[in-house]
T-cell receptor, first 112, second 114 residues
Framework: QKEVEQDPGPLSVPEGAIVSLNCTYS??????FMWYRQYSRKGPELLMYTYSSGNKEDGRFTAQVDKSSKYISLFIRDSQPSDSATYLC????????????FGTGTRLQVTL | ETGVTQSPTHLIKTRGQQVTLRCSSQSGHNTVSWYQQALGQGPQFIFQ???????GRGNFPPRFSGLQFPNYSSELNVNALELDDSALYLC?????????????FGPGTRLTVL
């Protein structure tokens, strides 16, 4: 079993829809949770960064962390065609040399 | 502020050869981590460098090695290339190696092994 599970999709939604992306994890030591956006053949771009449980909002993006359920989510409101990309969840613990552990990524397509 | 840069962009090698990939960290960042991303997968941690020393390693064989220089730039070396080494190699820099610090990725080097 992988430490981080993420539905690979693809997920296709119409422009303007609310998108929900999710990851589950098994390692209770994870304390920092991130969402990265990756366009085809490019490096991941950091979208959201949260510590421990709770919500964080930034523009059209909202990240939620539920440590009791080992479940994290990213919501995208008013989705745009430019949001079409692969979304990677990532997490790590508090130690030094704290590597990021990624999900496989969910491919999102926002159609006109 | 300059972001993370990597070179070369693309590389084609044959099985058994050796390759060196380069990374310049973001201004002010002293920690560099390397990841391997196979097609359709999330990045996998290879190792991290801090103060010119290896500061943690993932589940990769010793033929994957690295260096960090006094200006915090870094190299990833892979010896005896195998077909499965074909992947996007990503470098990420951060202010420090602690868990609090965000990691920012470069555009990657796409390696093809024939």
């Amino acid at each position: 079993q992988k430490e981080v599970e993420q539905d690979p999709g693809p997920l296709s939604v119409p422009e303007g829809a609310i998108v929900s992306l999710n990851c589950t994890y098994s390692n209770s030591a994870f304390q920092y949770f991130m969402w990265y956006r990756q366009y085809s053949r490019k490096g991941p771009e950091l979208l959201m960064y949260t510590y421990s449980s709770g919500n964080k909002e930034d523009g059209r993006f909202t990240a939620q962390v539920d440590k009791s359920s080992k479940y994290i989510s990213l919501f995208i409101r008013d989705s745009q065609p430019s949001d079409s990309a692969t979304y990677l969840c990532a997490m790590r613990n508090t130690g030094t040399a704290s590597k990021l552990t990624f999900g496989t990524g969910t491919r999102l397509q926002v159609t006109l | 502020e300059t972001g993370v840069t990597q070179s070369p962009t693309h590389l084609i090698k044959t099985r058994g050869q050796q390759v060196t990939l380069r990374c310049s960290s973001q201004s002010g960042h002293n920690t560099v981590s390397w990841y391997q991303q196979a097609l359709g997968q999330g990045p996998q941690f290879i190792f991290q460098y801090y103060r010119e020393e290896e500061n943690g390693r993932g589940n990769f064989p010793p033929r994957f090695s690295g260096l960090q220089f006094p200006n915090y730039s870094s190299e990833l070396n892979v010896n005896a290339l195998e077909l499965d080494d074909s992947a996007l190699y990503l470098c990420a820099s951060s202010l420090a190696p602690s868990g609090r610090d965000e990691q920012f990725f470069g555009p990657g080097t796409r390696l093809t092994v024939l």
